[in-house]
């Protein structure tokens, strides 16, 4: 794809000048050093990626002083789209592919230590027939599990290898996009026409030369931002053997027939982190706090509009009463004054006492509030790990995929319970020294 | 997970309630809205309060808060929608947003009875942020984004514009607004006024509007002082309920569908119900890319501590202005 820029056009002489100007500063200063640290991963094709004729290709990282890195890919040998497979909005020869983070050791395994920060939860499967009492249904998540044979009703072999439902998987997934965090994603709702940041394409003759920036330094240490591992859905599986193994289940429930949600894995976002903090932390603009007229939000002990706030509101509330809340500002819609909701005038008061519609308080919130925790610009902060790879991948359905791969080998992800087509390869692979 | 439900039943009962009274009848009341463009629906859409625990409670109540909703429609037959909101008394200088609901995949589709997987306004095919950036503006240059500076009441209006096939070497796109402002949010003033406009590629009174999946969870253990130890699950992003191509002859036979432009066609339901969300989140304020997270208003059963943003329960009446031959 051909860039035009800005010319400026200068006259022969004056360009000998400054080739003859920049080789004399050369001779007398040296190269010119770049403030930018640069490595150079050399990215070696996948058993996938040289089954395909891909050719080692380089992925040069510039960091910049300020931390923000620009990874320029020089890829050569990728494959055309197959016959019928072509990327719309695109030459018939191009490829769209995107650019990735890895977190794994040397037996491709994840770094990344992250148990129990996500917790399974797709569709549960229905117990199909005949379920002896007390069979609870499990997605097999192990990928040695046998499916169920109807031929084969009675048979008892449901595979080997397998230690429960739920299989070792990471919950954080070693794959995270080569893009700023605050990049905006199509989710792969763009497609070919607008592909998610971390996106890019080949040309006709099976090269691609691209730049992803991050704001980021994945060179040094934990820096990359994670990405969670996505939660699956679907509507329809084939019956399969529950064999509910969870070992901390004494005594193990009975295996029973079960089917549920055809598993494909779903988009996810970026690992978060969380806080306890007050409920009511809103400021101004010049740092005061604005006085919530809300019940239910406030400072405990303090008055609102509606008295006094008390631990059994506190942390919990709503966002405004059916008429407006009472104001005394010049611009308010419902000043105050009679015939508000509850008083002289106005509909009945709330059961509870309350002048408007909210949620009751729940247990525990006086403890606090959950947030986000933000950063120094009021972004927020991202759980991240150290680059280890940056590898390259080929979208065969012309679909980037947010933040997430989607399904395929080698993203620590269980296979799809049905036997459905990779939509994407991992072509190429690098490591960051 | 039962306040939910009965919750999103009386919204229904009371959008399908609700008189078709604004409704332009026939096409000599539309006027042009652009070259071989013309308006076919207009109707003003006031937000409902709703009963939130029971019926025992007072019945849905119109408020001031209400949206201008306009769908014009070109000569080719394509279809967009403006909604002109009218916010007041919010949340003062905090972010917001706005969400469809879409009640028939809660009741039909949804994997979670009683859970309202919440549609965002907004141009699906434009990215999302995911909350990454923050919302707000940084009118003082300070580099920090919040509602509390810069433009009060601002307007948001989330464009529709044209994928660029050109510019596919990494670069991220805007939301229409700025790359730090996901599509469905906008900052009440220092009165908690808004009127926020968007406008979306689709006719929202019809069925064909995106619909999303079930989110994800993040589970965190969180340790108090006092020795207590608790359970927190937050809702994560998801994203647009796919669709793939189950033919076996098909060459993308398992791949998802596309549309002409090569992007991915989604799942569509009608929806019901709009809801308005306010984002605490320390007074930052920060949008939740494709889900507002977790709460009573939009997510599933609501956790013991909280969550980051509450959401009016509000429903739309857009069942008025639906076609009746759509089904």
């Keep these: 794809m051909r860039k035009f820029g800005p010319i400026t056009r200068v006259g ?85 592919l995107s650019g990735w983070f890895r977190f794994i050791n040397n037996d491709g395994e994840s770094t990344v230590n992250a148990d129990n920060l996500v917790e399974r939860w797709g569709p549960p499967p229905t117990i199909l027939e005949d379920a002896p009492e007390g069979c609870v249904a499990e997605y097999p998540i192990s990928r040695g599990r046998k499916p169920f044979d109807p031929e084969n009703p009675e048979s008892t072999d449901r595979g080997g290898g397998t230690s429960g439902c739920y299989g070792k998987a990471p919950n954080v997934i070693t794959w995270s996009p080569i893009a700023k965090s605050t990049s905006g994603f199509t989710a792969g709702m763009g497609g070919t026409s607008r592909p998610d940041p971390n996106g890019f394409v080949s040309d006709t003759d099976g090269d691609a030369n691209a730049t992803l920036k991050t704001n980021f330094d994945p060179t040094d240490g934990a820096t990359t931002p994670l990405v969670l591992n996505p939660w699956h859905f679907g509507s329809s599986v084939p019956p399969f053997w529950a064999q509910c193994t969870n070992p901390k289940v004494t005594p193990a ?38 006085p919530s007229r809300i019940p239910g939000i406030g400072v405990i002990g303090e008055m609102n509009t509606f008295g006094e706030v008390d631990e059994r509101a506190y942390g919990r509330g709503l966002i405004f009463d059916i008429n407006g809340p009472c104001d005394n500002n010049p611009l308010a819609k419902t000043p105050c004054g009679p015939g508000g909701f509850g008083k002289e005038g106005g509909p009945p008061a709330h059961p509870a006492g309350r002048d408007m519609m909210g949620f009751p308080p729940k247990p525990g919130s006086a403890k606090g509030q959950r947030f986000q925790v933000p950063d120094e610009k009021g972004r927020q902060t991202l759980a991240r790990a150290e680059a280890t790879h940056i590898s390259v991948v080929l979208h065969k359905d012309c679909l980037t995929h947010g933040h997430i791969p989607g399904h395929g080998p080698g993203i620590g992800l269980p296979p799809p319970a049905q036997g459905l087509p990779d939509d994407f390869v991992e072509i190429l692979r690098g490591e960051i020294r | ?125 434009l990215p999302w942020t995911s909350g990454t950036a923050g919302v707000g503006y940084d009118a003082d240059g300070d580099g920090v984004l919040t509602c509390g500076e810069g433009v009060r009441g601002f307007d948001p209006v989330v464009t529709t514009e044209e994928p660029t096939p050109g510019a596919m070497n990494g670069v991220a796109f805007g939301t229409g607004q700025s790359p730090t402002f996901d599509q469905n949010s906008f900052c009440t003033n220092e009165w908690g006024h808004a009127n926020p406009v ?91 890319g494709h889900h507002p997270g977790n709460g009573p208003g939009t997510g599933p059963t609501p956790t013991a501590f909280g969550t980051d943003h509450e959401c009016l329960m509000a429903a739309m009446q857009t069942t008025q202005a639906r076609d009746r031959q759509e089904d």
């Design chain 2, 1 to 125: 997970m039962k306040r939910m439900i009965v919750v999103m039943l009386v919204g229904f009962a009371l959008v399908m309630a609700a008189p078709v009274g604004s409704l332009l009848g026939s096409s000599s009341e539309a006027w042009a809205a652009g070259p071989g463009e013309k308006m076919i629906k207009m109707f003003k859409a006031p937000f409902l309060s709703l009963p939130l625990r029971g019926f025992f409670y007072p019945p849905a109540v119109e408020t001031d808060n209400f949206a201008t909703v306009k769908v014009f429609e070109s000569g080719q037959g394509v279809r967009h929608s403006e909604l002109r909101y009218t916010f007041r008394g919010l949340t003062a200088n905090t972010v917001h947003t706005l969400w469809f609901v879409n009640l028939f995949m809660i009741t039909r589709h949804s994997a979670f009875p009683g859970v309202a997987p919440p549609s965002p306004q907004g141009n699906p095919y």
């Design chain 1, 253 to 290: 429930p009975p295996v029973c027939l079960a089917a549920g949600g055809k598993l494909r894995a779903n988009d996810s976002g970026f690992k978060r982190v969380f806080e306890n903090k007050p409920f009511n932390d809103h400021v101004g603009p010049n740092g005061e706090r604005i």
């Design chain 2, 198 to 288: 968007i406008r979306l590629p689709y006719d929202i009174t019809t069925k064909n509007v995106p619909a999303q999946t079930p989110p994800l969870f993040q589970t965190e253990v969180v340790e108090f002082p006092n020795g207590e130890t608790l359970k927190h699950r937050h809702v994560i992003d998801i994203s647009y309920k796919r669709l793939y191509d189950e033919n076996p002859d098909s060459p993308r036979f398992g791949y998802q569908k596309v549309d002409n432009l090569g992007r991915p066609i989604f799942q569509t339901y009608r929806l019901i119900p709009m809801v308005v969300c306010t984002h605490y989140d320390g007074g930052l304020g920060m949008t939740h």
């Design chain 1, 12 to 96: 022969h002489g004056a360009r000998y000048g400054l080739l003859a100007l920049t080789a004399v500063s050369m001779m007398m200063m040296g190269p010119v050093i770049s403030p930018a640290l640069a490595q150079v991963v050399t990215l070696t094709p996948t058993e996938g990626g040289a089954a395909m004729g891909v050719q080692p290709g380089t992925a040069t990282i510039d960091v910049k002083q300020n931390g923000n890195a620009k990874i320029t890919f020089d890829l050569s040998g990728i494959p055309a789209p197959n016959p019928g497979l072509e990327c719309r909005g695109l030459d018939s020869d191009q490829s769209l």
